[in-house]
């Protein structure tokens, strides 16, 4: 058996930045889940109804990876990626590195791993890994999957190898800090700035506050949307509420990060986006209920109020923005 020394696995949501916590801690950057999440600007939201999908999926972060490069790149951390189509050097792309004493991060399908709750396929999940035997692979997780857990070997390779959206080829990747301090706290305004000008200047409408008024107007219309709305509505509610979003669909981790911010750098544009995204993490939390009462009850009611509440947030997530891209 190998095993990388003091890993933590902590009580985390978000599976990217559990990940991350992990993969910095052990090279000596301790940062709270929240930070590492607004650092790396991982705040978004995307309304997807595309060609042959059973159902419309809501998104309110970053894509896979994205925040892992953009925090990397922000820190001045250096980030080594390898992505191959060989079964044999996918597992020595991570064997390597654990057999040296460091723990790797990977991108994988999540739906092949034996611990995991839900058989369903998402191929943008992400775990830290520090050990192996002969067997099995030892992961760290989010609290929700179970924190340090295990899987097969042969599961995980499955994993890694499935193809399909938002998947990559056996991607594995490490981290590692500059030689001399880390100045995260100078990162943060920059921070902030690029992930509201990027929201507010999203290309299309399905995007940004755009997208959140699109959600507005086909909220309503989704019990004759779904094909089993008792099911697929109350799903939808709970990947919004509880599917490695941290709650109210990112925003109540954003609401921290925030917070943390506030009290480190100050200044009253960050308090009050602290305030409005306070404000906002509230109303998803509405938003996600109503939807699964609609599943529930069948009554459309809920989401013609579940749809004016969203048109609210778009107004409101597009003020808060506009504070903070002025930073």
């Not at 192996?132 to 070997?153: F, I, K, N, P």
């Not at 941290?246 to 602290?274: C, I, P």
Request: aromatic share 8%; hydrophobic share 45%.
């Amino acid at each position: 058996m190998t095993i990388v020394k003091d890993i933590e696995a902590r009580g985390t949501h978000h599976c990217e930045t559990t990940a991350l916590g992990v993969l910095l801690r052990h090279e000596g950057l301790d940062l709270s889940e929240a930070m590492l999440f607004g650092l790396g600007a991982g705040l978004s939201f995307i309304y997807w109804d595309g060609k042959g999908m059973p159902f419309p999926f809501l998104g309110g972060r970053v894509k896979p990876f994205e925040l892992t490069r953009s925090l990397a790149a922000r820190l001045g951390l250096t980030l080594t990626v390898q992505e191959t189509a060989s079964a044999r050097r996918a597992w020595d792309n991570v064997a390597a590195p654990i057999d040296a004493g460091r723990p790797v991060g990977l991108q994988l399908d999540c739906y092949h791993l034996d611990y995991f709750r839900s058989k369903v396929h998402f191929g943008g999940h992400v775990v830290a890994m520090y050990g192996y035997d002969e067997h099995d692979a030892h992961l760290v997780d989010t609290a929700q999957q179970g924190g340090a857990v295990r899987t097969s070997r042969e599961s995980l390779a499955r994993a890694r190898a499935e193809r399909g959206p938002m998947t990559a080829r056996n991607r594995s990747f490490t981290l590692a800090l500059p030689a001399g301090p880390v100045p995260w706290q100078d990162r943060i305004v920059p921070a902030v700035r690029d992930c509201a000008t990027a929201f507010l200047a999203a290309p299309i409408a399905n995007l940004g506050h755009r997208g959140i008024g699109k959600a507005a107007g086909q909220v309503p219309t989704w019990l004759s949307r779904a094909a089993e709305p008792r099911r697929d509505l109350p799903q939808a509610a709970l990947l919004m509420e509880h599917g490695g979003t941290g709650g109210a669909l990112f925003r109540a981790l954003y609401r921290d990060f925030l917070d943390e911010a506030a009290r480190l750098v100050g200044g009253d544009g960050l308090r009050t986006g602290h305030r409005l995204y306070a404000e906002a993490a509230t109303l998803w939390t509405d938003v996600s209920a109503l939807i699964a009462k609609a599943g529930e009850s069948g009554d459309a009611g809920h989401l013609e109020r579940a749809g004016a509440i969203l048109r609210d947030l778009a107004r409101l997530e597009e003020d808060a923005m506009r504070v903070l891209s002025r930073l």
